[in-house]
């Protein structure tokens, strides 16, 4: 479900308080997002943690970026009113569209740039509030600047970037507490990245060499001891099993695997026939690997197996690739970083001595 980034935002909003009236911020967000983007009730759902709508959080976050740049002030809380340097920068955009649209996609320290030597002022605003200081008073002083520093999933911007740009900007104790945030979410976009990338890798290799991968990552996780100690069986003739592994290093009970290296998702009858062949061995432990998703169907036949007869967990495409993550299979470290902070203690003096 796609909702407009803060980005796509921008341009919209100052058009719609073109006329140089007062707007108020949800006067500003519901008229943007009934009148100009027309959100289905389910884009308006979804909300975050603190409440609010995301499409709400992210009108704001283009209000602040606006009054950052002088596009726009805000006369009193919560309000905002169009500058004469917004009206010439809406003007401009009707006589060269990509121009502008260009140079809004770009970072905000550049679009700062762009907007000060296009249209340069004597004096600036210099109540530089940021959201969380201009809607404290309306309960929403919770929100993260995801969207401000964020990269455009749209965009050819890459994560990485994303993330650097973050560290370059942390000037303040409230700057680098958000942008902490940010960076985290660039990282759980990365490691999305990854886990499809993974998952399309597997499927264009063979077979077997899913089995293999399989037991390699059982054995990272711990289960069998060593790599030799594990057995991928799954050829002709099987019985259902793919592999065996033991639960622990000393082997005082067995693990048998079933994987499938599937396109479309894998149903009850496949996940009934392992658990037959389960039976047929005398085991009552097993694990179904899939780099699809399981049916809703396969899902409640596992649920209603009565464990004192046997245990399966079905792990799907989702949870193997970040589960090969975790454990470092198919994967390496490409870079590292550290976001550190001033030490308080090693500034502390020693009074009593002093």
């Known amino acids: 479900m796609n909702i407009p ?3 796509s935002i921008i341009l919209p909003f100052l058009q719609y308080i073109a ?13 943007l997002g009934e009148e100009i983007f027309e959100l289905t009730p389910e884009q308006w759902s979804v ?8 499409f709400g959080h992210r009108c704001d976050w283009a209000r602040y970026y606006l009054k950052d740049t002088g596009l726009i002030e805000s006369p009193k809380t919560g309000y905002s009113k169009i500058t004469n340097r917004g009206l010439a920068m809406l003007e401009a955009w009707n006589e060269n569209p990509k121009e502008i649209e260009d140079a809004v996609l770009q970072s ?8 000060n030597e296009r249209w340069p002022i004597e004096s600036e605003d210099d109540s530089h509030e940021t959201p969380e200081e201009s809607i404290e008073s309306e309960d929403d002083s919770n929100q993260t600047p995801e969207e401000l520093f964020n990269y455009d999933q749209d965009s050819d911007r890459v994560p990485e970037e994303s993330i650097e740009e ?7 104790e409230a700057a680098y507490n958000h942008s902490q945030d940010s960076i985290e979410e660039n990282y759980q ?3 999305g990245k990854l886990a499809k990338d993974l998952l399309r890798r597997i499927k264009e290799n063979s077979p077997i060499f899913f089995e293999e991968l399989v037991i390699d990552l059982l054995v ?26 033991k639960e622990g290093r000393l082997g005082l009970d067995v693990i048998y695997v079933q994987a499938k290296r599937w396109a479309s998702n894998v149903g009850e009858p496949p ?24 049916s809703n169907s396969a899902r409640k036949y596992i649920s209603a197996i009565d464990s004192r007869d046997s245990k399966v967990i079905l792990i799907d495409g989702h949870q193997l690739a970040q589960l090969m993550i975790d454990h470092d299979v198919g994967v390496s470290v490409e870079k590292i970083y550290e976001i550190k902070r001033v030490d308080s203690d090693y500034f502390a003096e020693d009074t009593e001595n002093s």
């Open 220 to 245: 990272e996780m711990g289960y069998g001891g060593s790599r030799e100690d594990a057995q991928a069986v799954g050829r002709s003739g099987d019985g259902g099993i793919d592999g065996v592994i």
């Open 189 to 191: 976009s990365i490691r």
């Open 166 to 172: 973050n560290i370059r900007q942390i000037t303040t």
């Open 271 to 294: 996940v009934r026939d392992f658990v037959g062949a389960l039976q047929g061995k005398r085991a009552r432990k097993g694990i179904f690997i899939t780099t699809s998703e399981f």
């Open 108 to 115: 905000p320290a550049k679009f700062l740039d762009y907007i």
């Open 47 to 54: 909300v975050r943690k603190t409440g609010q709508s995301v």
């Open 5 to 7: 980034n803060y980005k």
């Open 19 to 31: 006329d140089r009236r007062e707007y108020h911020r949800m006067e500003i967000t519901n008229g």
